[in-house]
């Protein structure tokens, strides 16, 4: 059983910057973001395989956001630039416990944290 911690959300201005950290219990293999608006469905941000060499992006954050890893710290990162006002949202990192490759489906993974709130003003 793996656990995990996000941090870094906040408050911040549309075009501004927001860095979320993923703090696990123990080493991860496919990882990912997932983000949750008010009345909608959790759905993918970005996700990274278990070595670092492949990500994926929903088009809504591409050239925006980055997703990044530090496997020798059990930690998983979210870099948001140019944030929007919809962009707001409950933001979940995401732990797969058998594929090293990048996952994108919600329900294929195993660990989920308990979330971390990101709001942009207009």
């Known amino acids: 059983q793996v656990q995990l911690v996000e941090s870094g959300g906040g408050l911040v201005q549309a075009g501004g910057s927001l860095r979320l950290s993923c703090a696990a219990s123990?080493?991860?293999?496919?990882m990912g973001w997932f983000r949750q608006a008010p009345g909608k469905e959790r759905v993918i941000v970005a996700a990274?395989?278990?070595?670092?060499?492949?990500?994926y992006y929903a088009d809504s954050v591409k050239g925006r956001f980055t997703i990044s890893r530090n496997n020798d710290k059990n930690t998983l990162y979210l870099q948001m630039n140019s944030l929007k006002p919809e962009d707001t949202a409950i933001y979940y990192c995401?732990?797969?416990?058998?594929?090293?490759?990048?996952?994108?489906?919600?329900?294929?993974?195993?660990?989920w944290g308990l979330g971390t709130q990101v709001t942009v003003s207009s």
């Open positions: 123990g080493p991860t293999l496919s």
């Open positions: 990274i395989s278990w070595s670092g060499s492949t990500t």
């Open positions: 995401a732990a797969h416990k058998k594929s090293v490759t990048v996952v994108i489906a919600t329900d294929e993974y195993d660990y």
